[in-house]
């Protein structure tokens, strides 16, 4: 079946413009997770939701960073005023959800961002 | 931040020889999975242990975890150069899926 898809792949914004990443995850998966992945690391946590809700945006850098998942299944991260510091790789992930006993996590490709 | 730390950061072996890697991390946790990214692309899920358990396979995978020392090794035997790509582990630490803290990942290379 479909995997996790993510929108666009590649994204190059002048530094004060907004941006609006798209994912779409596997389908009936509950949970939905937002991590970043700068050049060289490993990803970071941004946000996670269960359905439509947001039960942790502990990992969103700054107030600049709003995710939303209105209908519990496409999920939009949303940047305002870009800054250089924002250029990374966004990736989204969507799992099954605990209450299925399933933890794996499984992955989009990503959007890269740069902020020029 | 990120929780774990692997070791080497980079690895070079032939191929049809076994590669190891190492994770260490800080706090407790409910389980470990490991995770491969070929260049430009998504993350792979390879194999999960649970904080009860001691060693999984999976076909040319073998995972150890030991709770105490708080750290994981990935073996991958018999390589080939497909296996070629960056390898992270990550912890979930509470185990109600929430999120993955990774490491910054090493670097395999399997020369043919």
């Known amino acids: 079946g479909a995997g996790v898809s993510q929108s666009p792949r590649y994204k190059v914004a002048k530094r004060g413009q907004d941006v609006a990443l798209r994912c779409d995850p596997i389908?009936?998966?509950?949970?939905l997770f937002w991590y970043q992945q700068a050049l060289g690391q490993g990803p970071e946590f941004l946000t996670y939701?269960?359905?439509?809700?947001?039960?942790?945006k502990s990992g969103l850098p700054s107030d600049r960073f709003f995710a939303e998942r209105p209908e519990g299944s496409v999920s939009t991260l949303k940047i305002q005023r870009t800054q250089q510091e924002d250029s990374a790789v966004y990736l989204c992930?969507?799992?099954?959800?605990?209450?299925?006993?399933?933890?794996?996590?499984?992955f989009g490709p990503g959007t890269r961002l740069t902020v020029t | 931040s990120q929780q774990g730390e692997e070791d080497p950061q980079a690895l070079s072996i032939q191929e049809g020889e076994n590669a190891t890697m190492n994770c260490s991390y800080k706090?407790?946790?409910?389980?470990l999975q490991w995770y491969r990214q070929n260049s430009g692309r998504g993350l792979v899920h390879l194999i999960l242990i649970r904080s009860n358990e001691r060693e999984k396979h999976s076909g040319r995978l073998r995972v150890t975890l030991d709770t105490s020392k708080k750290s994981s090794s990935l073996l991958i035997t018999a390589s080939r150069a497909a296996d070629t790509a960056s390898y992270f582990c990550a912890t979930d630490r509470t185990g109600a899926n929430s999120k993955l803290t990774f490491g910054k990942g090493i670097t395999l290379s399997v020369r043919p």
């Open positions: 992930a969507s799992s099954i959800g605990h209450l299925k006993n399933s933890y794996e996590q499984y």
């Open positions: 706090t407790s946790i409910n389980n």
């Open positions: 389908s009936g998966h509950v949970s």
């Open positions: 939701f269960q359905n439509e809700a947001q039960l942790d």
